[in-house]
Structures are given as C-alpha cells and as structure tokens.
C-alpha cells in the first residue's frame, strides 16, 4: 500500500545491542559501559557473581530500567516497542504474580495481552501446570510459582525470551522439562537470553556464556572458551604411603590443593610445570590425571583473579 513503510530487519540486525549501557545507583556502577550483540538462535547465559549486575542488565533490555548513559536496542528499537510488538517474553527472577486469580485465569490474561499469543490449555500443558489451573495463585509452593512465571513468558510466539534466574526452586523434573521446552524454542530460530547461578546449566545448555562482573563484560564465548580462558586446570594423583603435604604445597603454579588419604588434588596455572617439578620430589604419583576446568571452576579462576587485580 502506497505510504506504508515496512522495517525490514537484516540478517545483521542484531536481537538484542547493548551500545556503551551504564547504569549508576548512587555510588553503584550496576551496569558499566557495556557493549554486546545477541543474535537469532543463541541461547546465552548470563553469569555473575551477586551484584554483578546481571538482574539491571536484564531490566534495561525489558525497559524495566533506562540507561544513564549508552542505548539498548532490542530488534533495532527501543525495548518498549519490541515488547508491545509482542517480539519479547519474560520471566522475572521475583516478578510478584498476581493474588486471587487462578492459574489459568492468569495465564489467560497473558495470552490475551500477547499479540501472537497460544492456546490457553497448550501454555499450561507446555509449562506442565494444568492440574493445577484451578488454583488460586498465591496458594502456589515456590517450584509451582515459577512454572506459571515459565507459562507467562511463553504465552506467545516472541522471537527473544529473558530468564532471571528460571529454574531456581524447581525440582529435577521441572528443571529437565523446563530446558527441554527451552531447547525447542532455541532450534525454531527464537533468542534466549537466562541468567543463572546454576554453572552446570550454562555449561549444558548455552551455546554462549557471558561473564559479568561488577557490571562489566570480563568473558564472552562458548563454554570451552571460558574454561580455556581459565587458563588452569586439574592435576589429581594417588601417593603410596602417607603424603609429605609439605614439599606438595611448595610445587610451582599452584592455585589450590586438596589432600584426603593418598589422594592428592590440585589445581595449576601451568599444569606441565606442576607435573614436572612433582616427579622432581622423587615421588611415584598413581592414577596421574591432568583435566581442563570445569564451568564452575572456570567461573570462580576468572572472577577471583579479576577481584585480586582491582584490590
Ligand atoms: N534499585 C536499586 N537501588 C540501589 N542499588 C541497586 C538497585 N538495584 C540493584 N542495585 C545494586 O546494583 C548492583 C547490581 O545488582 P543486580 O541485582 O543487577 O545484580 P545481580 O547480578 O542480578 O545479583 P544477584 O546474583 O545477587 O541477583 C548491586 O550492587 C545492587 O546492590
């Protein structure tokens, strides 16, 4: 029709663009001048230890929040639009859920407010919460809470879906369903962004891992990447006879060691020169394995060295 514009979004169009974001609270920079890019069909796990800034970071990308400095842009408009476009569903870490209406009252109201919404009984089924969508919402244990949150984030087709902190209080059931549908949403194409302090989750779910600290980016890759970034790894051996700690604390590169038994556990910056200077001790070591860090490990390296180089 002659006047209508259409915005076509590019291939390059990013999903989600954070461009130089600062987020001040007083004397707190949440948020730091951060600067990235998601696009379609990445699934991306936001980390941080508490305080990083990782729930601001997320309020800015929903227009919870506005930047005090920078611009966030979300499918190459502000968040707002991008919401109300119905392109963005959510699930807030403590999103209060509204008291004296049934679940499926609830969930209802989500699909009808949604422009591209589901069917109500097919969010409750996905979600796994139809026998219980007669219930009043605020009569809901923490795990069944945060299956409605789940519902109210997929009540309709968006493109880009936000998790802070989404399986916190499910239980192991709950959780493997939850990625479960979460996987699916990722391979038709759809942007999920989650933040979480539950490592082994990154490490199977996220094809890419984002490492905030004090509200800025110190690690942005896949899994692997951050664990190589770690740089150490793990050195685990068996000693005949009781362990000498003494001359096994004063190996080079040493970040940690665990002695229990005749097991011997360490962690190294340079695992080869451990290895080297322990054969040195005159020692015999059994069942010598030298292994990559895990997430977790990774996670705890890179943050602690940061919070040393600062202090
Ligand atoms: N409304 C607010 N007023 C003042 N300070 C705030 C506010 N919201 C967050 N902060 C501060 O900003 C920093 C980042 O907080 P944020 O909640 O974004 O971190 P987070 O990474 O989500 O933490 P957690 O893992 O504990 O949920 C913290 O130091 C926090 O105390």
């Not at 001040?24 to 730091?32: C, E, I, S, T």
Request: aromatic share 4%.
């Amino acid at each position: 029709m002659g006047g209508m514009t259409t915005t076509a979004v590019t291939a390059a169009t990013p999903v989600v663009g954070f461009e130089s974001v600062s987020k001040v609270y007083g004397d707190v920079r949440a948020v730091d001048g951060l600067s990235l890019s998601l696009y379609p069909g990445e699934t991306v796990a936001l980390l941080g230890p508490n305080g990083a800034g990782k729930s601001t970071t997320l309020d800015l990308l929903l227009g919870l929040r506005q930047p005090d400095a920078g611009r966030v842009r979300v499918f190459g408009t502000g968040p707002r639009e991008a919401i109300v476009a119905g392109r963005v569903g959510a699930m807030l870490q403590s999103g209060g859920l509204m008291d004296e209406v049934t679940v499926a009252e609830l969930v209802a109201l989500a699909c009808a407010l949604h422009p591209k919404s589901y069917k109500v009984g097919d969010v409750l089924s996905r979600a796994g919460i139809s026998q219980i969508a007669d219930r009043k919402v605020d009569k809901l244990s923490g795990g069944q809470a945060q299956r409605v949150r789940f519902a109210l984030a997929t009540a309709g087709d968006s493109d880009l879906i936000v998790l802070d902190e989404p399986t916190t209080g499910m239980d192991v059931t709950a959780r493997q369903a939850f990625w479960a549908t979460m996987r699916e949403q990722a391979d038709q194409g759809r942007t999920v962004l989650f933040a979480t302090h539950y490592l082994e989750e990154a490490d199977a779910i996220a094809d890419r891992v984002l490492v905030l600290h004090r509200g800025r980016l110190l690690a942005d890759g896949t899994a692997a990447e951050i664990k190589a970034k770690a740089g150490a790894r793990r050195v685990s051996f068996d000693l005949d006879g009781p362990v000498d700690e003494a001359p096994i604390r004063a190996l080079p590169f040493l970040t940690s060691v665990d002695v229990s038994g005749h097991t011997v556990r360490i962690q190294s910056s340079d695992a080869d020169a451990t290895v080297h200077a322990l054969y040195g001790l005159g020692v015999y070591p059994r069942n010598l394995e030298v292994s990559g860090l895990g997430l977790e490990q990774a996670f705890v390296a890179i943050t602690q060295a940061e919070e040393a180089k600062q202090s």
